[in-house]
């Protein structure tokens, strides 16, 4: 637990990438393989989910250190962050031996959930008091599920590489899937003579695009890229078995076969073995339905014969990663594309079964023109894939770019505002914002965190703290005084908000300091941005017969 302890706080007092995967090598090379295997699994995003409720730990924290809950409540609003709070009261100088990572979590932390209370509270005291003040913070981050390292899973993957000499995209690989500390060891992961094995039945890591910064013509030849629509979807891959069985793996990595059992009807026509990168879209007899259509169905298990007829939905092809156990990835794009139309070209007509359709010009300039109608056909911009590509693990610059369409804009207020998380922890830096109704008032339509500068969030927070109007919880009223121009990609009827909207993906675009509160926009133009949304039509190469299935020509 102390080598665990120093490796959280080193990493978090460093900024730059190398240095990290410098100190990641370090204590994996020195650490229990007990120990590392945890680590591992925790920067490969998973957590220990409900250990305990938060209420309950202030009140823990309030008798053990004998102050009352308001004051607790006090120190974490000056603090920011409630594992910090934590640790600063209840740490002791404890002299105790330290015990393993392994051991911490085993005992203290993996039991909580299926304890009674008091047996909980024994249990926390008992850690307290075996704790040193440098394990304290970690140890809470663990417990409360912020923990954050600042490490992504691709560097994860590149320090264990280094280590095991083996290539990146195969300890993706091995992390990859529903996996426990029980059931897969370091030497599981390292082991070069596996290398081969690709786990043929577990998806593949996902291979994601960079935002195109640059002009589209500074690509070079419009004719070595592949241009495909951007959909508006989830990211998923559909894999086969040997055995006749298969999966939906979300880029979240989790598992949606439940939520959509009609996709996995597709699984008996689909050789085995096989491995489909693409999207899970909402598409009725008219075609593609917009995204706000397809969220009734997220989270939904086992939905029953109505809503899939009402909701229906289909996965939406780009990419064939595997097939008949052979590992495509390293085929060039445009080979695989022709494997892939091969392959979709032989399916029955019925099955929610589809290919992106390509999108081809003469010239980038054609292309832009074209990029205009995307708002309109439902879809997010243009994916631009280097014909060349391999399917690489993560975010690989140089080979695929999304080119989406201008964000929607709009000028709002702030009236609330909460501290952030992390190294923002202390300063009120996530903001609710408000535009004028039809009778005057500031209504809330988004919260945004993102945006800002460190020098703006740290004024906005000065200001924040001079101009509270109230406290509701961990949310702070604000004095309506500073309007933020906000970015979003498209509104949809809310029934859970006052205002009767919601935005996807709001963001800070600009402070707005010329303006006054009285000029920012009204819920009718924000009205006015949904009904841009619904105008959805086809995209090229699409048409459907008189049931909604998809025809290609």
């Not at 994996?28 to 295997?37: H, L, N, Q, T």
């Not at 640059?214 to 559909?238: F, H, M, P, T, Y």
């Not at 989790?254 to 996995?264: H, K, R």
């Not at 995307?374 to 080979?399: Q, T």
Request: charged share 30%; proline share 4%; hydrophobic share 35%.
């Amino acid at each position: 637990m102390k080598k665990f302890a120093s490796l959280f706080h080193d990493l978090d007092s460093m900024t730059k990438t190398n240095e990290r995967l410098d100190r990641l090598i370090t204590y994996f090379e020195s650490a229990c393989p007990k120990d590392s295997i945890w680590v591992c699994w925790f920067l490969s995003g998973n957590r220990i989910k409900g250990a305990i409720k938060t209420g309950e730990l202030r009140s823990f924290l309030s008798e053990k250190v004998n102050l009352p809950i308001w004051l607790i409540e006090e120190c974490h609003d000056r603090v920011g962050d409630l594992a910090e709070t934590i640790s600063l009261l209840a740490g002791s100088s404890s002299m105790n031996k330290s015990i393993s990572l392994d051991e911490t979590i085993r005992e203290f932390l993996l039991p909580l959930r299926a304890m009674e209370s008091e047996e909980r509270k024994i249990t926390l005291y008992r850690a307290w008091d075996q704790l040193s003040m440098d394990e304290m913070l970690p140890f809470h981050k663990l417990l409360t599920g912020g923990f954050r390292m600042g490490v992504s899973k691709g560097n994860l993957c590149k320090a264990l590489a280094r280590i095991g000499n083996v290539e990146p995209a195969v300890i993706a690989q091995r992390l990859s899937g529903n996996w426990t500390c029980d059931d897969l060891t370091m030497e599981d992961i390292l082991d070069p003579s596996d290398e081969g094995k690709d786990r043929m039945n577990r998806p593949f890591p996902f291979c994601l695009a960079s935002p195109l910064q640059e002009k589209a013509n500074s690509l070079g030849e419009v004719g070595d890229w592949q241009v495909e629509w951007k959909w508006d979807g989830i990211r998923a891959q559909l894999l086969t078995t040997g055995g006749g069985g298969g999966m939906l793996w979300s880029r979240g990595e989790e598992s949606i076969d439940e939520s959509f059992p009609e996709v996995l009807e597709c699984i008996p026509h689909l050789p085995p073995d096989l491995c489909m990168d693409g999207e899970i879209l909402a598409w009725g007899r008219e075609g593609l339905r917009s995204f706000s259509r397809l969220q009734k169905r997220l989270g939904r298990k086992n939905p029953g014969p109505s809503i899939q007829r009402k909701e229906p939905v289909r996965f939406q092809a780009y990419d064939l990663l595997r097939i008949n156990g052979d590992d495509l990835r390293s085929m060039p794009m445009e080979k695989r594309r022709r494997r892939l139309e091969d392959l979709l070209n032989k399916m029955p007509a019925h099955l929610p079964l589809g290919i992106s359709p390509l999108v081809e010009e003469k010239d980038w300039n054609d292309l832009g023109i074209r990029r205009k109608e995307s708002r309109d056909r439902g879809v997010e911009g243009f994916m631009l894939k280097r014909k060349d590509s391999k399917y690489e693990s993560g975010r690989v610059k140089g080979s695929w770019f999304k080119w989406k369409v201008d964000p929607f804009l709009a000028d709002m207020v702030v009236v609330s505002a909460q501290l952030g998380h992390g190294k923002r922890a202390n300063l009120y830096s996530d903001y609710s914002l408000a535009v004028w109704d039809e009778s005057g008032n500031l209504v809330t339509v988004a919260k945004a965190y993102s945006g800002l500068s460190n020098g703006e969030i740290e004024e906005v927070d000065k200001f924040v703290r001079k101009n509270i109007t109230g406290k509701f919880g961990p949310v702070r009223g604000v004095n309506p005084s500073l309007v933020f121009e906000i970015a979003f990609e498209g509104v949809q009827a809310s029934g859970r908000h006052k205002s009767g909207v919601a935005l996807r993906f709001p963001r800070i675009h600009r402070w707005r300091k010329d303006k006054k509160i009285e000029e920012a926009d009204t819920l009718e133009v924000i009205r006015g941005y949904a009904g841009m949304n619904e105008n959805i039509s086809m995209a090229d190469g699409y048409k459907t017969d008189v049931d909604g299935n998809l025809l290609l020509f």
